[in-house]
């Protein structure tokens, strides 16, 4: 293999090679730690004012208010009609990618010159409704110190999370029915007692904001809630309390989002290894909320492998363990009631979680496979094993031409021969059919001998399946693509292209059925709705399991001619989830179900199963069940939210969504 | 051409289009070279998901399927065998079961039925739309062909269509029999035919290997799966109930999800004359069917002389499993067992399966297309029925019908038949008494006309030993009797739901909607197994027939009330005397039922029955020939073991049953109206 003749070259420079995500993420200039042992002072918070984390309480003025991400970072095409990439922050970044408009225009049906789509320029304050605010709430608020705000723009960006709808609505400049009343800024556990403690005493509602990268619809305040509605924003809430380097533990505030802790714990010499693809953005509460799932869950395991310890506000009181041991027998785990919770029961405030020393050594690599049959026999053989590398995915035909778009221009003349002569020699002499074949990105860490010895070994079950080894690079841009992702939906809305993605665990016997038929009908769905374009369909096996794996679908079409593309959009992804779980797959392997699929809870849990989670739910809010009572003969359950349902209460309430994070693109 | 699938949920209400063009295959036979035909590049497009496999592929993904080791486990523990020998067991089955088929033989088939056909048949009518209908369902997804099963012809005519129009050519499952032909089984072999044992009972190894063959025909996309819904050949030329274990086979992978979607294509194939038609009457009235050797095939050969008329084949609308199903199966619940393992169907999946089967088979009723001959042979057996023998030339007394009179009621019901939506090959361009004689001059072999007047001939030579003469007589008139019902039979589902509701009118002697409806739903009922009626559907059914019964002016209907005309009358008797035999004949077997003894095995009955409705035929008190038909007589056991009158007390071959009197006559009662039905469903809303 061409890649492989200077690998050894390349394993030395992979040691200086910035860790996958620190590659794409931003740099700090400011150096400090953020590392505090002491317990939050409301005061001393607050007369300090400077923040240490990435997320400003005024997020606006980093992030984009109606699209994914930071406001200087976003894919447009230049005057030239060529692709770039603005902003400093990414590897992509300031690069040309000369394919993109031709796959674009040929996927999509688009014209790049022809058909624009563009955004409402900015936020109008005066569409929005006046805030219902609680005054007797806002008293005992404004005694505490705590930081908070009534302002439009405010409001709106924690109004909604990242579902095709909400932001289609904002670039549309629609808004929403119903926006919080009030922002509240926490900076530390105390702070969230008492929040939580004055809304019970006042009736006001209260939504966790985390991250903001919900994808499930789980941000959306209740278009007729009548209750004043406070966004609590954990940002401030971003601090490593302790490290435990006996045991390998660090008590980290739940409002940390992932790129900051990833970099102070790097800092030390450390690193959680839970790499969700949103972990820029989302933070450590929202993992806990909706069992996040990360890139290197192989290595390191998912958000319930890493959590040792959790401390919850919830309309009761405070609830955590009282000991760290790693395993305990003393009865259902406690813990798993919160996790993936979606912010029903309560607040996460601070975690116990495992950390590791930073690996030695780290390295991408990546197969070909003649096509995706082969690959996910390979996968599936890997599992078997047991010898998944840190991450292995497999990607389909389409995602892997997706992926080839994104290529930046190659200045030298000599590496677009050595590219030619690749696709020649995959295509033309092993006669893999250019529109069949497909390819599984690896990454191997640990120390260097063991990654040499673990590769050779996945390299040659890849061999077994038919699959060629096709070098790092290939394997690199495959984990690129999951991170820019959902700045190239922003693209595609600015030209008529509508764009989601979802995701599914299933059996392995039931992989290549379930892709195989979810795509199809896909298809199928967006012609008989009237989509004039064939929608691009493409999926990866992103994860793997002993009894199965977890598949991540990209879904995206042209809607020119559309009346309505969101409601068209929405048909078609639920007739899409229906067939998933035809075909044996489960309603979510880690976005979770927020309002999106909460009509489907009942039959996948079951009955009882739904009054188990709803019984927690009424024990957590029952301290005067009278109310409950009239509750419930009173008024019908103004939340659309499944979670949502037990957690009113006419005089006592809180009404909580706690999801910080949106795991997309896992 | 835009939509390729039916996008309605019930395929069976959905008239084919009406004036949809034949195109005739021979035509362009007689032009060209039959070898240049044979020889021509075949390049069909194949499914677009399919694995391109060779036939031996296909065997071993058979033998190696998770399903058949799991099942040769299972009977090695079960029976106590070695492991090797049950494999070695299953690998013996597969070989005598497994189609083999090759392109070469395929053009020699394509040879050879080009000659014959041209010798049989004037025209073979063809669809072209549902070609290519067809051809476009063929790349979408597994097809499964389903045609309606009246000839020999069947067999190979779809291969030989699929052949001509570069369409890849099907597997066709076939029974044994077959197979067991020198030389024709292995030809019929490389053709594409793969052979299935009759009554495999419990063979669980068997019943393993078939269906797990199938499957992989099926979810591999193979090639297209032809096979008969209705299981037999039907010796009476009505549609049959369906046979749903290979419809179970046929639709798992969709269910399964192991395929996108499943297209079934209901395929209605008529002929102007039956080939086999002196054999079908003999069968029904026991004279044993020929074993089917390669010998007696070339015996056959005469046949090649005579003239056959057309033949009509009709690519019906395809229809998708996956929209059919839809609200009728939940597929999660093959989530919780591993699909390589076998899993009783469900209810619900039964009561889906059974009821698209019953869909199919209305679907190729629909498509029918009616000789004239069908009309007159209706005719005929009436005029029959009300001079009795009148018709039939006995020793050459007889007088017969006016054929005036015949040409001119044939003319009357071609109108009816046409308002009731049935596709009639009339030819436009000739005069009315040429039509006539064509067909009567194409079925000679059972009718004659002299000087005027028609007459029925009837059975030469011998037809079963230890009768007396005067039972011989009837023996004899019955076999011509039953070869003209055969064709009356063929346009039996045009006329079905409204002759239905004219009797209910007519028993109930009420005209109160309600009331007719429900003896209604009892005639449905009780005759479900001679006539093809879907389950659940009976309102509509209901409702179709006031429909039509309204249309010729036979009704009138308000919101509770239907009540008959007094302009409708012809059509009315028509529609009663076309249902007369029929019921004549049940009361016959109820009657033997209620007197006879209480337990009996059904080659008991068979010969009782007829010997009851041979005597009661020449004492004059039975005009129903039907009676001695061997199929209705199955088909009243049917339908009292259905109705709970009568139940089964051992399986297999020597099925043992026992009649529950009371019940038995409670049911003729009420078919002769002496009592109002038992409601044993309920009753949709009307």
């Not at chain 2, 089984?185 to 594409?192: A, D, H, Q």
Request: some cysteine.
């Amino acid at each position: 293999m061409a890649s492989n003749s200077n690998s050894s070259e390349r394993q030395r420079i992979a040691q200086q090679r910035l860790r996958i995500i620190a590659g794409h993420l931003q740099k700090h200039e400011d150096g400090e730690s953020g590392l505090i042992a002491t317990e939050c002072k409301a005061e001393a918070a607050g007369s300090n004012g400077a923040n240490k984390g990435t997320m400003p309480k005024k997020r606006q003025e980093v992030m984009k208010w109606n699209g994914w991400g930071y406001s200087d970072s976003k894919f447009l095409f230049n005057k030239k009609g060529q692709a770039e990439f603005t902003g400093k922050r990414y590897r992509l970044s300031g690069m040309i990618l000369p394919s993109l408009q031709e796959w674009f225009e040929n996927t999509f049906g688009a014209s790049v010159k022809q058909h624009k789509s563009p955004a409402t320029p900015a936020l109008n304050p005066g569409a929005l409704p006046p805030p219902n605010l609680n005054a007797a709430f806002l008293k005992d608020l404004k005694a505490t110190g705590i930081p908070f705000s009534h302002e439009a723009d405010d409001r709106v960006f924690r109004a909604h999370g990242h579902c095709l709808h909400e932001i289609f609505a904002l670039r549309e400049g629609r808004g929403f029915q119903r926006v919080p009343d009030t922002v509240v800024w926490p900076n530390c556990h105390n702070d969230v007692v008492k929040i939580v403690e004055m809304a019970c005493k006042h009736n006001v509602c209260v939504i966790p904001y985390g991250g903001g990268t919900s994808v499930t619809g789980a941000l959306e305040c209740p278009p007729n809630e009548t209750r004043s509605i406070v966004s609590l924003d954990t940002s401030q809430m971003n601090h490593i309390l302790w490290l435990d380097e006996k045991n390998l533990v660090a008590r980290i505030e739940a409002g940390i989002i992932g790129q900051d802790l990833e970099r102070l714990l790097n800092e030390r010499g450390y690193c959680t290894g839970h790499e969700p693809d949103s972990m820029e953005f989302s933070s450590l509460g929202g993992w806990v909320a909706t069992r996040a799932s990360g890139m290197k869950k192989n290595i390191y395991g998912n958000i319930e492998d890493l959590v040792v310890h959790m401390k919850v506000v919830t309309p009761r009181g405070v609830f955590e363990k009282s000991c760290q041991g790693p395993r305990m027998s003393t009865g259902p785990d406690i813990h798993h009631f919160i996790l993936g919770s979606e912010g029903t029961l309560g607040v996460v405030t601070e975690v116990t979680m495992k950390i590791r020393p930073i690996p030695e050594y780290q390295k991408y690599g990546s197969v070909v496979f003649p096509n995706f049959e082969a690959g996910v026999a390979c996968l599936r053989e890997v599992a078997k094993q047991r010898c998944a590398p840190a991450s292995i995915r497999l990607m389909d035909n389409e995602q892997f031409q997706f992926g080839h778009a994104l290529k930046p221009q190659v200045s030298s003349i000599f590496t677009n021969f050595v590219e030619g002569l690749k696709k020649f020699y995959i295509t033309k002499f092993k006669g893999f059919d250019p529109h069949q074949l497909c390819v599984a990105t690896l990454l191997f860490e640990g120390d260097r001998e063991r990654v040499l010895q673990h590769e050779k070994q996945v390299y040659d079950i890849a061999a077994k399946f038919g699959g060629l080894a096709a070098g790092e690079d290939n394997g690199q841009r495959g984990y690129i693509l999951t991170f820019v992702i959902a700045y190239l939906r922003d693209l595609g809305l600015e030209y008529y292209v509508v764009a989601e993605s979802f995701e599914t665990s299933v059996p392995w016997d039931r992989v290549l059925d379930l892709c195989r038929n979810v795509k199809e009908r896909i298809t199928r769905e967006c012609k008989e709705r009237g989509v004039q374009f064939q929608p691009l369909t493409s999926c990866r096996v992103t994860q793997t399991y002993d009894a199965g794996a977890c598949v991540y679908f990209y879904f995206a079409f042209n809607y020119r001619g559309l009346a309505d593309p969101v409601r068209t959009y929405e048909q078609v992804e639920h007739a899409a989830r229906d067939e998933i779980l035809s075909n044996g797959g489960s309603l979510s392997h880690h976005h979770g179900v927020g309002k999106l699929r909460k009509e489907w809870m009942k039959e996948s849990i079951s009955d009882v199963g739904l009054g188990m989670l709803k019984s927690v739910k009424d024990q957590l809010n029952s301290e005067r069940p009278k109310w409950l009572h009239s509750f419930q003969v009173s008024r019908p359950c103004v939340s659309r939210n499944v979670q949502a349902e037990c957690l009113s209460t006419t005089q006592q309430c809180i009404r909580l969504h706690l999801t910080h994070c949106k795991n997309r693109c896992q | 051409m835009t939509a390729v699938n039916y996008d309605c949920k019930d395929p069976s209400s959905c008239r084919p289009e009406q004036g949809e063009e034949f195109l005739d295959l021979l035509e362009e036979r007689r032009k060209s070279s039959d070898i240049g035909h044979a020889l021509r590049t075949f390049n069909p497009s194949p499914y677009r998901g399919s694995l391109s496999l060779t036939a031996s592929d296909l065997n071993r993904t058979v033998m190696d399927s998770q399903y058949l080791r799991y099942i040769i486990q299972e009977v090695a523990t079960e029976t106590g065998e070695s492991v090797d020998l049950v494999r070695e067991g299953a690998s013996g089955i597969l070989v005598e079961m497994s189609q083999n088929l090759q392109l070469g033989f395929i053009r020699l088939l394509g040879f050879t039925l080009s000659k014959v056909m041209k010798r049989l048949f004037t025209h073979i009518n063809i669809n072209p739309d549902g070609l290519r209908r067809l051809q476009q369902a063929i790349q979408d997804s597994p097809v499964i062909l389903m045609p309606n099963h009246r000839s020999y012809v069947d067999f190979l005519v779809l291969s030989y269509i699929m052949f001509t129009y570069d369409l890849p050519v099907p597997v066709i499952a076939a029974g044994i029999p077959l197979m067991d032909m020198k030389m024709i089984g292995e030809i019929f072999r490389r053709s594409g035919a793969f052979f299935i044992r009759r009554a495999i009972g419990t063979d669980k190894l068997y019943w393993a290997v078939l269906s797990e063959y199938v499957k992989t025909i099926v979810r591999t996309g193979y090639a297209p799966l032809e096979f008969f819904v209705e299981g037999l050949r039907s010796r009476t030329l009505k549609s049959l109930t369906p046979k749903l274990g290979m419809m179970h086979m046929v639709l798992e992978p969709f269910l399964k999800g192991q395929v996108y979607d499943i297209t079934l294509v209901p395929i209605s194939i008529s002929y102007d004359r039956v080939l086999e038609e002196s054999l079908l009457a003999r069968e029904l009235l026991g004279v044993p069917k020929p074993k089917e050797t390669t010998m007696g095939l070339l015996k056959a050969r005469q046949v090649l002389n005579e003239d056959y008329g057309s033949m009509h084949v009709y690519f019906g609308m395809p229809l998708s499993v996956r929209q059919l199903t839809q609200a009728r199966v939940d597929r999660c619940m093959y989530n919780l067992i591993p699909r390589d393992l076998p899993q009783r169907p469900s209810p619900e999946t039964q009561v889906c399966v059974s009821w698209l089967a019953q869909q199919v088979i209305r679907v190729q009723e629909r498509g029918m297309v009616l000789s004239p001959w069908s009309l007159i042979a209706c005719l005929l057996l009436q005029h029959m029925q009300e001079s009795h023998s009148g018709l039939l030339a006995v020793e050459g007394l007889e007088e017969g019908l006016a054929l005036d009179l015949l040409t001119q009621e044939t003319l009357w019901l071609k109108e009816l038949a046409l308002s009731f939506g049935a596709h009639l090959d009339w030819p436009k361009q000739l005069p009315e008494h040429q039509v006539m004689s064509h067909c009567m001059a194409r079925h000679r072999s059972v009718i004659r006309c002299n000087q005027g007047r028609v007459v029925l001939l009837k059975e030469e030579g011998h037809v079963g030993a230890g009768l007396t003469t005067a039972e011989e007589g009837v023996v004899r008139r019955a076999g011509a009797v039953l070869m003209v019902a055969a064709y009356r039979n063929q346009a039996f589902h045009v006329f079905v739901r409204p002759a239905m509701l004219a009797l209910a009118i007519r028993i109930t002697n009420s005209s109160h909607r309600e009331d007719i409806y429900i003896y209604f739903i009892f005639l449905l009922d009780l005759f479900s197994n001679e006539f093809i009626f879907i389950a659940g559907r009976s309102f509509q059914d209901f409702e179709e027939a006031c429909s039509l019964l309204r249309k010729c002016g036979a009704i009138h209907t308000s919101q509770h009330e239907v009540t008959s005309t007094e302009k409708g009358q012809r059509t009315t008797s028509f529609l009663l005397a076309l249902l007369q035999p029929f019921i004549d004949a049940y009361q016959v077997v109820f009657s033997h039922l209620c007197d006879g003894v209480e337990v009996f095995t059904e080659k008991q009955m068979v010969p009782a029955v007829r010997g009851l409705a041979i005597k009661l035929i020449l004492s004059g008190q039975l005009r129903s020939y039907e009676a001695l038909s061997s199929d209705t007589q199955k088909n009243v056991l049917s339908a009292l073991l259905r109705m709970n009158a009568m139940t089964r007390l051992t399986t297999g071959e020597q099925s043992e049953f026992r009649t529950n009197k009371p019940s038995v006559r409670r049911i003729a009662d009420t078919l002769a109206g002496r009592r109002p039905p038992q409601l044993i469903q309920t009753i949709p809303r009307l």
